[in-house]
């Protein structure tokens, strides 16, 4: 696969199919992007566990800490890599000794390894590398055109109304 460009419907394929999401270096510092990604998936519906070994046993946004993905009380469609591209060998370590294998394992902006890729790739798993979740649900359903980005995509899908916010949404609820 080429890790350089994915096309729409790869990445809206994932994020429309997934219902779980492990975030490993997920942090409960508010400021940290990693905060305000697990906070906007939630606020999608998305079920997530947040990883993080110094903060194993407490909460972030409600949700329980682990400490690795081996903890996990259940299995997970994707593994989301929020720690720096060198650790992504030893993620993939831990993401290929769960059972089952989740669907996807994303790697976020400015994390990239190809050799885990194709170790994961070679167990059916999905991957994308250098991208953001959260960057890619609101491009793809129009919501980032809010703040005058170019999302790239041209759409007449009337908002859907939730509760609290608005939202062009990729997943139909």
């Excluded at 299995?75 to 989301?80: A, E, F, G, H, K």
């Excluded at 890729?117 to 250098?130: Q, S, W």
């Amino acid at each position: 696969m080429n890790h350089d460009d994915y096309d729409n419907a790869y990445i809206s394929g994932i994020l429309t199919s997934v219902k779980s999401i492990a975030i490993v270096g997920a942090s409960a510092n508010e400021v940290r992007p990693s905060f305000f990604v697990t906070k906007y998936l939630l606020d999608k519906g998305y079920t997530v566990h947040p990883v993080n070994p110094g903060q194993a046993g407490k909460e972030i946004l409600g949700r329980p800490v682990f400490a690795t993905l081996a903890d996990l009380p259940e299995p997970v469609d994707m593994v989301d890599v929020f720690r720096p591209s060198a650790a992504v060998p030893g993620v993939t370590d831990e993401v290929l000794a769960m059972d089952p294998l989740p669907k996807v394992v994303w790697m976020q902006l400015t994390v990239r390894d190809d050799a885990s890729a194709a170790r994961l790739e070679e167990k059916g798993i999905k991957v994308v590398m250098n991208r953001c979740p959260k960057i890619e649900y609101a491009r793809l359903a129009g919501e980032i055109g809010w703040n005058g980005v170019n999302s790239r995509v041209i759409s007449s899908k009337k908002p859907l109304m939730r509760k609290g916010f608005q939202s062009f949404g990729i997943r139909q609820r």
